[in-house]
């Protein structure tokens, strides 16, 4: 899809909902990683088609590789999560399962939305965008974008959960602070 917001929003809800298990940074910037095949792919309508990013198969392990490149990276995630106040610590399955989970979601999408994409390649069919048979692709479309709008509305719900949960662990490791100084 030619616009990463309508994605981030998708995978931000799955990293912010599942952070127990799915590291939510990685999951956001695999957005960009499998986007970089259609700045280099030949144009459209074939745009999704260049390295095979936007499929399961090599998705899949574009995804892995993405997310042991960003284990080596730990320090700079858990300094810029302090940042934006998601509570958070890196670890390295978990950023290998969303640099996976990232991909394939933002596979499904695409697959949805664009006819070119393959997602089960090395079979050729586009099996989701099939399933839009007898609607129109405009109102199909469209559609999608509001599934992800709605996806997208819930994840920055989620952010607000999480900054609330990273405020109140500060706040109960912080009194212990401030009486050292009072004492
Ligand atoms: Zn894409």
Redesign the pocket.
């Given at each position: 899809?030619p616009f990463p917001v309508y994605?981030m929003g998708v995978n931000g809800f799955f990293g912010l909902g599942f952070r127990k298990w799915v590291d939510p940074a990685v999951i956001v910037l695999a957005?960009i990683v499998?986007?970089l095949?259609?700045l280099f792919a030949p144009g459209w309508p074939h745009s999704?088609r260049y390295w095979h990013f936007?499929t399961f198969l090599v998705g899949g392990f574009v995804g892995a590789l993405f997310g042991l490149v960003c284990w080596l990276f730990k320090g700079l995630f858990n300094r810029s999560m302090r940042l934006i106040r998601i509570p958070y610590e890196a670890r390295l399955w978990k950023m290998v399962f969303a640099g996976v989970l990232g991909i394939w979601l933002?596979v499904i999408i695409?697959g949805f939305y664009h006819w070119d994409v393959q997602p089960f390649w090395p079979y050729k069919k586009n099996v989701l965008r099939q399933l839009s048979h007898g609607i129109r692709q405009d109102v199909w479309q469209d559609r999608i974008e509001v599934i992800c709008l709605v996806f997208t509305v819930a994840a920055i719900l989620l952010y607000v959960r999480a900054v609330i949960v990273f405020n109140r662990k500060k706040a109960k490791t912080a009194p212990s602070g401030d009486n050292s100084t009072h004492n």
């Open positions: 899809m994605h957005n499998v986007d095949e259609v999704h936007h933002h695409d």
